[in-house]
């Protein structure tokens, strides 16, 4: 620590005040969970067919929320209700966390440490514990055996985040995220890693349950872990997945597009573009690709994407000889 109250950060990374951190994080987790909520609204209805106007997709999920915040939260017999309620909060504590030191702008970060890759990974391993235990929480059959499928789905996307990660900080000599957008000054990761951005979409997919790797909410466990959820328990599940989705954009535009470094727009504009454009990416995997047995991912992974993530990581540690 810096005085007492500043967070020990890499030279030329100005982290916000302890007071404004929460405060930032959380607005800017919210924008952005708001955002992709309509931008999975309006690309769902577009693709079917029945898209209509942008202020129709913005204002369906609103009547949504509001739906669901008014209505009555049912509980199953004899859950484990501190747990059932917390998991949604937790989750999105575990997006805030990791977003803290993915740097916004340049010079702007809430805690850009010099282990922030072991900070965001640490936070992704944590997601694991609440989403099984969203699962578990209920007392329900359904809800258990999504929270099973998806541990087992977990432990073999984790492998390829960190090897993913990992080969990010090699060109940077830091597990700093600040260091490795810096790192990317002459040309971006991905190009110098091409399989580096490809396996990280995979990771977010699993993290958020979404796409080819929405093994907890299926419709094949009728609902699975979000089968007894109502209310605001829901809305705030939903919320938080959002959520999710967004930190894990921002952080593959910082770790493979250069983050905030762009020509003529302000670093702050270039983030966001770049992490609106790895949003879209993965609501359209998530809409359009159809979701995979855990069976069927598992052998996939060990197969194949974790030799590739080997690949990746020996393509960085080449290029940095």
């Keep these: 620590m810096m005085g007492g109250d500043r967070i020990d950060v890499p030279s030329g990374i100005d982290p916000f005040h302890p007071a404004l951190a929460v405060p930032v994080l959380l607005a800017v987790v919210g924008l952005g969970a708001v955002i992709a ?27 949504e929320a509001r739906w669901l915040a008014r209505q009555q939260v049912v509980t199953t017999e004899r859950p484990d209700l501190a747990t059932w309620i917390l998991a949604p909060a937790a989750y999105l504590g575990l997006a805030v966390a990791a977003l803290s030191v993915v740097p916004l702008s340049a010079g702007v970060a809430v805690a850009d440490v010099r282990t922030g890759i072991v900070v965001f990974g640490a936070a992704e391993a944590l997601a694991i514990v609440v ?9 329900s059959p359904y809800a258990l055996i999504s929270a099973y499928r998806f541990v087992a789905v977990a432990l073999s996307y984790e492998l390829l985040s960190m090897f993913v990660l990992i080969a ?53 466990l009728a609902g699975g872990g979000g089968v007894e959820d109502s209310g605001l328990q829901r809305l705030a599940w ?29 670093g702050g504009a270039w983030m966001a573009l770049k992490t609106a454009a790895l949003l879209a990416v993965l609501v359209v995997g998530d809409i359009t690709l159809a979701r995979m047995s855990a069976q069927r991912f598992v052998r996939l992974a060990w197969a194949v994407l974790l030799p590739l993530a080997f690949l990746d990581l020996l393509i960085a540690g080449l290029g940095s000889l």
């Design 37 to 63: 909520v309509i931008l999975h609204r309006k690309v769902a209805s577009s693709l079917a067919g029945t898209g209509g106007s942008p202020a129709t997709s913005a204002a369906a999920p609103l009547r």
């Design 131 to 139: 989403i099984f235990l969203h699962g578990w929480s209920p007392n």
């Design 168 to 220: 990010a900080a090699i060109p940077a000599g830091s597990l700093s995220i600040g260091a490795i957008v810096d790192s990317q000054a002459g040309l971006w990761n991905v190009v110098r890693q091409p399989l580096g951005l490809p396996l990280w979409l995979v990771v977010s997919w699993g993290v958020t349950f979404s796409g080819p790797l929405a093994v907890v909410d299926s419709a094949d």
């Design 238 to 266: 939903a919320g938080a997945r959002a959520a999710m989705l967004v930190v894990f954009a921002a952080a593959g535009a910082t770790v493979f597009l250069g983050g905030w470094q762009g020509p003529v727009l302000p």
